[in-house]
T-cell receptor, first 114, second 113 residues
Framework: GAGVSQSPSNKVTEKGKDVELRCDPISGHTALYWYRQSLGQGLEFLIYFQGNSAPDKSGLPSDRFSAERTGGSVSTLTIQRTQQEDSAVYLC????????????FGPGTRLTVL | AQSVSQHNHHVILSEAASLELGCNYSYGGTVNLFWYVQYPGQHLQLLLKYFSGDPLVKGIKGFEAEFIKSKFSFNLRKPSVQWSDTAEYFCAVNAGGYSTLTFGKGTMLLVSP
């Protein structure tokens, strides 16, 4: 596709439920990133995938958060037993590290935990 | 670990005023520096970037930024803002060959017509 796409655009869930957020990177981009944008907190790095290497999970805030990237393309971020503090916009970005380190961002998924 | 500090959380300007948004980072080695912009209802997009070479970089829509290594700064400037520049601006750094970006908390710019 032309850009990074994410789905759903909005997700409202109840505390304690699990959610899955999807990211479709730009075709051919080898690197994929997840960030979280909270009000007044800027963007916080969560996890990074590069090719077939083991992902960098150093930004995940708790073990309730996990992510996978299948076939080197689509990625899913899963949040288990959601809490109200998980409410935020979850952003995905991709980059072609062979060319530059410019990251292209998707529109984000706004997660609201009631 | 690197960190990024943006000096102003909110800036209000009138059209045609000059703009300078401050950004400082903490990292002693080689850095790549970015400014991203998020217009209302839109996703983050790259405004400009610095990797190496001329420390004065020009981006889209008349924005520029100057990398001052001795001050660990990468301030964003525009000589004359327009109402359409109303947006949130994020400074980001990618340091030491590490691929992920560390972002500042953002500066919300409101330009009144």
């Amino acid at each position: 596709g032309a850009g990074v796409s994410q789905s759903p655009s909005n997700k409202v869930t109840e505390k304690g439920k699990d959610v899955e957020l999807r990211c479709d990177p730009i075709s051919g981009h080898t690197a994929l990133y997840w960030y979280r944008q909270s009000l007044g907190q800027g963007l916080e790095f969560l996890i990074y995938f590069q090719g077939n290497s083991a992902p960098d999970k150093s930004g995940l805030p708790s073990d309730r958060f996990s992510a996978e990237r299948t076939g080197g393309s689509v990625s899913t971020l899963t949040i288990q037993r959601t809490q109200q503090e998980d409410s935020a916009v979850y952003l995905c970005a991709s980059s072609n590290q062979l060319a530059s380190n410019e990251q292209f961002f998707g529109p984000g998924t706004r997660l609201t935990v009631l | 670990a690197q960190s990024v500090s943006q000096h102003n959380h909110h800036v209000i300007l009138s059209e045609a005023a000059s703009l300078e948004l401050g950004c400082n980072y903490s990292y002693g080695g080689t850095v790549n520096l970015f400014w991203y912009v998020q217009y209302p209802g839109q996703h983050l997009q790259l405004l400009l970037k610095y990797f190496s070479g001329d420390p004065l970089v020009k981006g889209i829509k008349g924005f520029e930024a100057e990398f001052i290594k001795s001050k660990f700064s990468f301030n964003l400037r525009k000589p004359s803002v327009q109402w359409s520049d109303t947006a949130e601006y994020f400074c980001a750094v990618n340091a030491g060959g590490y691929s992920t970006l560390t972002f500042g908390k953002g500066t919300m710019l409101l330009v009144s017509p």
